[in-house]
């Protein structure tokens, strides 16, 4: 009897292998960061109301893009990618703030998390460097866009 390709991929847990236990981790912050940006985007108030809450809109995208991307690439390595409630609910990430908030407060709290999980992913890139340059890549590249989603929220504090 023939296998199936699913069945012939060994599923090797993320602690198991360096780059995928990084990876992972990237991925339940990723995810994270979108719950985060979403409650955010519904439930910001104030003068700055309609820009803020679409910027928080496209940091909810880049973040659900930027996790499907780990997961794909953890599962090119053969590991299952975890982004259950579970996995996430372990996440390092603060709790979003509940409520209505104003949105210079709403910006601060999105900030220190979009910069929180750029500094994880830059010590991440630092301790793969050399074991697999896709998976570096695709965390450089992640660094990249949440740079930018930090900048753009550094300047509403202007």
Known sequence: MVESVASQKRVVPAAENGVGFRLQHCLVELID????????????????????????DEIAEMARGAADTVAERLAALEISPDGSAVAVGESPLDPFPLGWLPSPKAVE???GRVE??????????????????????????IVAELDKAAW???????
């Open 109 to 111: 709290a999105m900030l």
């Open 33 to 56: 960061l979108g719950l985060h940006a979403k409650q955010a985007h519904w439930n910001v108030v104030g003068p700055e109301f309609r820009s803020v809450y679409a910027q928080f």
């Open 152 to 158: 753009m929220l550094r300047v509403q504090r202007a």
């Open 116 to 141: 929180h999980i750029g500094r994880r992913n830059r010590t991440r890139i630092a301790e793969i460097r050399g074991f697999d340059p896709v998976s570096e890549n695709v965390l450089v590249e």
